[in-house]
């Protein structure tokens, strides 16, 4: 970190404030763009610290000098840049605003799209539109969000028909497009293609920065467990540990032990003790976390670890049924080989030969039972897999 970086992030205003007045008044990028390569090793009070400096040294001579850290993108100092551009803006600056978002780098391109949700022109919605599925999220998110705030019902529309699609890419493209457009009238239709999708737990956990889980159960208990079971296993795969805070995981897992346990809930329990217990007991997971993501992770850990599952086998195995969202889950936790073994004959071939290597697993496989297996499939693929098992 250079001595000037060192002083727009300390603490003595005599250190910080002509170093933010030079970024500024003098355009350094060179400085700017040290900062922003800084973002995942400051903390975030530092940064909103940094951004209040610079804000403060803005004002109508110089806000156009802006536009030349354009190129240097960071969610930390967006709101900060494009409030300040929108505070003086005018025709000449939206005119080049929509110059830069066509020709642009993609840097400067998300920042565009985060103007026009200050600036509405409707000059913008073509661009919005054509960068709304960019593989940049923060690209894609700014520009879902402000056709929302511009009130385009066309491009939501089309997302709605993409949840359609036999690509489960596309889907997810769809998802993510209908979260940052945010209306929530969508969550029905991203639940219903989430439990058939490949893609699960990225979906789940793209839906949460929707609707969060205690509002998804005040409509759905099943549903919302369903969602966190997706979450659960996808944590330190799929989802980041810190996401814990925003899913209002220990909150919300506390909520459903204090309720009255069901079939769903106590497999869901199940699963997230068995990820828990995991996560802590194998450094590559918390290595690189917080300290408060580890200690959130251990304290949710204790919080499952009271339960006592042996009084819930019962209510675990009702989800050994076809029919059940937590099936594949009930699986890893049964000890009930009479029950697995009636899903041999399942109509779902996954289901079957989860099944068998259940059965294998806990000792319990018989010729018969690979019979059965391979009977109830038709994929030549998984025959092989069962005759291989």
């Not at 005018?90 to 026009?116: H, P, R, S």
């Not at 894609?140 to 699609?165: H, I, Q, R, W």
């Not at 099944?355 to 030549?380: C, F, G, I, P, W």
Request: proline letters at 1%; one cysteine or more; glycine letters at 2%.
């Amino acid at each position: 970190m250079s001595d000037k970086l060192k002083k727009l992030t300390g603490k003595n205003p005599k250190d910080f404030e002509p170093v933010a007045y030079s970024v500024i008044n003098n355009s350094d990028c060179e400085l700017f763009s040290e900062l922003v390569s800084q973002d995942d090793f400051l903390f975030d009070f530092v940064k909103q610290n940094v951004a209040n400096r610079l804000a403060k040294v803005c004002n109508e001579s110089n806000y156009l000098n802006l536009l030349n850290l354009l190129k240097y993108y960071s969610p930390s100092y967006e709101d900060f840049i494009v409030s300040t551009l929108a505070k003086y803006a005018d025709e000449d600056l939206t005119d080049k605003m929509l110059e830069i978002f066509e020709n642009g780098t993609e840097d400067e391109k998300v920042y565009c799209a985060k103007f026009f949700s200050y600036i509405q022109d409707p000059l913008a919605i073509e661009f919005l539109n054509k960068y709304a599925y960019s593989e940049n999220l923060y690209l894609s998110g700014n520009c879902a969000s402000t056709l929302a705030l511009l009130g385009e019902v066309e491009s939501y529309n089309k997302a709605l028909e993409m949840l359609k699609s036999s690509d489960d890419f596309e889907v997810l493209s769809a998802v993510k497009f209908l979260v940052a457009y945010g209306n929530k009238d969508a969550v029905a239709d991203i639940l219903k293609v989430m439990k058939k999708s490949s893609l699960a737990e990225n979906i789940a956990g793209e839906l949460l920065y929707l609707i969060d889980l205690f509002a998804l159960y005040e409509v759905s208990q099943v549903e919302a467990l369903y969602v966190l079971n997706l979450v659960i296993s996808a944590l330190g795969e799929i989802l980041g540990l810190s996401q814990v805070f925003d899913f209002q995981l220990y909150d919300f897992i506390e909520m459903i032990i204090n309720s009255k346990f069901t079939p769903e809930s106590v497999v869901v329990l199940n699963n997230a003790c068995d990820k828990f217990n995991t996560l802590t007991e194998n450094d590559e997971y918390l290595y690189d976390e917080t300290k408060d993501t580890k200690q959130e992770v251990y304290d949710i850990k204790n919080l499952l670890n009271k339960i006592d599952f042996y009084k819930f086998k019962s209510l675990l195995d009702t989800n050994i049924d076809e029919d059940s969202l937590f099936v594949a889950t009930a699986l890893d936790f049964t000890e009930n080989m009479d029950k697995v073994r009636m899903l041999l004959s399942s109509s779902n071939q996954t289901l079957v030969l989860k099944s068998l290597e259940v059965l294998k697993k806990n000792n319990s496989m018989t010729e018969k039972d690979r019979v059965t297996a391979y009977n109830s499939v038709s994929n030549q693929d998984l025959k092989n897999v069962i005759m291989a098992i």
